[in-house]
């Protein structure tokens, strides 16, 4: 006999029921999805600027493995502030370590040849004085500036590398440090280390040069030069990460081939 009675209605049902489970929940899901986007927004430039931070190079403890290096700090290393020891015994570090004979051989060769200081003579021998006199000029300089003056005003006599931004900006910011400073306490100040210790430096030079040499005039010369080479030693400092990352890179591509 034929079925007349009704289909069951349960399948339609549970068909329309998945079928709306599978859409979207409305405003609850967009909201979600809109947050999770705005996360992976936010989270993006702190990767990029995690990314940054691992490429910048470190500082070296020589510059060609030979320069004193030790006053260099790596960009945005975070130390604390510098004892009056370790101010001592990075003053002894570049006045006796074996490569402290680099500077005073070349200017005691430009003042043999430029005849800076007549008295001294011609030859071996003037070249000898000229060197034992640059050597002390550079010793008693490094403990003004980096021992005693900065324990006197708390100061910072370490080189904190910028090591980001153009090559005008880093070599205008390390130029800078001749005149800029930090104090023991991480403030920048005006660089009593460098301009006054350098300044005592010339002046305590005049007991041991000859007397015709010990003018004001000659006494300012020194003053200078002390403060443009330490200039120029910390423009090198900025810039030796990136060039030892470059010779040490063509080194290893040298090498694979």
Do not use: C
């Not at 008295?119 to 004085?129: H, I, K, M, N």
């Not at 003004?144 to 904190?160: A, G, H, K, M, S």
């Not at 403030?187 to 015709?212: C, K, M």
């Amino acid at each position: 006999m034929p079925n007349d009675s009704p289909m069951p209605e349960a399948p339609l049902a549970q068909v329309f029921n998945t079928q709306r489970e599978s859409l979207p929940n409305s405003s609850a899901d967009m909201s979600a999805d809109k947050q999770d986007a705005r996360n992976s927004a936010a989270s993006a430039p702190q990767s990029s600027s995690s990314a940054q931070l691992s490429e910048r190079i470190p500082q070296t403890r020589r510059i060609l493995g030979i320069i004193p290096n030790f006053r260099a700090i790596s960009t945005d290393e975070k130390l604390p502030p510098q004892s009056a020891k370790e101010k001592f015994v990075t003053a002894t570090e570049d006045s006796f370590d074996y490569s402290s004979v680099f500077i005073p051989a070349l200017l005691a060769g430009y003042s043999k040849i430029t005849n800076a200081t007549p008295e001294f003579g011609t030859g071996a021998a003037a070249y000898g004085r000229y060197f034992w006199h640059s050597a002390v000029d550079q010793t008693s300089e490094n403990y003004l500036v980096e021992f005693v003056v900065p324990t006197l005003t708390r100061e910072d006599t370490r080189y904190y590398t910028l090591g980001r931004g153009s090559f005008l900006k880093r070599a205008g910011y390390a130029l800078s440090r001749a005149v800029v400073t930090r104090s023991d306490s991480g403030r920048e100040v005006f660089n009593l280390s460098e301009v006054v210790g350098a300044g005592a430096a010339a002046g305590l030079s005049n007991l041991y040069y000859p007397s015709p040499e010990r003018t004001v005039g000659n006494t300012g010369k020194q003053w200078g030069l002390d403060v443009a080479i330490d200039g120029a030693s910390f423009a090198a400092k900025e810039f030796w990460p990136d060039i030892n990352h470059w010779l040490t890179r063509s080194k290893k591509t040298s090498l694979s081939q």
